[in-house]
């Protein structure tokens, strides 16, 4: 593995949710026991810098102890317990037929792939992972705009193939992969150990929501002319164009469009990550019941 992490998981056990499962939700109070059946994520990387070109045979080998951790956001996804309780008895109906799969979310950048998954990890009982944090783990430093700034985006795109080369032999994960992870067919065989889900977010709505928070976290974005929502907007319309067929190799797709159909909304900004972690499970739900044979089939040969 050239200059890229090397990662292993010892049985894991870590809520990556900052913002799911406050103490004050009926959430927290479902997920206890997803908690004791939790173990300790483990997960080992090199630093490239101080290695040389190959991490793997480098010196400095980093432990992340990726522990079980305290949610500790002040936002609740969760409109009511009735809500949170409806997502947990949907998770109770889908888990059965996971076998352990992972989950690996795909979308454009802001579709939401961390704020869906880390729920879904909650109530699934899985453990959550980003995989442009496992990359700045991998590579040493602290953001993916530095990666691209430091080193370069083909440099970080080798280290994300790594990155979900490692995760695919795992179980039990949800993964927000980072926006451009559909476009290298190889991550399509990594990703296809799991199940993949595409989150479909109109570009307005994309555009919207990153201006809220800046585009200095999102080098393809913040080079672009213009002020944020602009400039994210004329980005993520190319970034689309390029991409669409890509992100429609997933095995199903979350529509927030339809999702705000479906529950009579005018707009898709009425829809809480909780609706469309809801719309996910049903969603794996049908895929996976359809394809039994053939999943069986691919987990098994791998
Ligand atoms: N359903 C939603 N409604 C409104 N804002 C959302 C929703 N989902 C995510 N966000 C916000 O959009 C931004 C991008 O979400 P994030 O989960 O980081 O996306 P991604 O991981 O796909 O890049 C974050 O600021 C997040 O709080
Ligand atoms: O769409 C892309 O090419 C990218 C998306 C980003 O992840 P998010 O989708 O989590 O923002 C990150 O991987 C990098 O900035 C490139």
Redesign the pocket.
Known sequence: MEASAALSLQSCSWIGSEKVGRKTSGFARLSNRCLEERKVAMVRFGDPRRSGASIRTGHAERKIFCCHKKPSGSENFHNSFDEALVLKRKSEEVLPYMSGRCIYLV??????????GKILAEVLCYSFF?SDKLVEQAVGVSSVAQIFEEYSEAFFRDNESEVLKDLSSMRRLVV?TG?GAVIRPINWKYMKQGITIW?DVPLEALAR??A??GTASRPLLHQEPGDPYTKAFAKLTALSEQRGKAYANADARVSLEHIADKKGHGDV?A???TD?AFEALTQIESYVIENAAALNHRFILG
Request: hydrophobic share 45%; glycine share 18%; net charge positive.
């Open positions: 979308g454009m950048m802001g579709s939401g792939k961390s704020t869906v980003d927000a926006g989150l929501r990153i809220a928070v900004h829809l809480t990550p469309i």
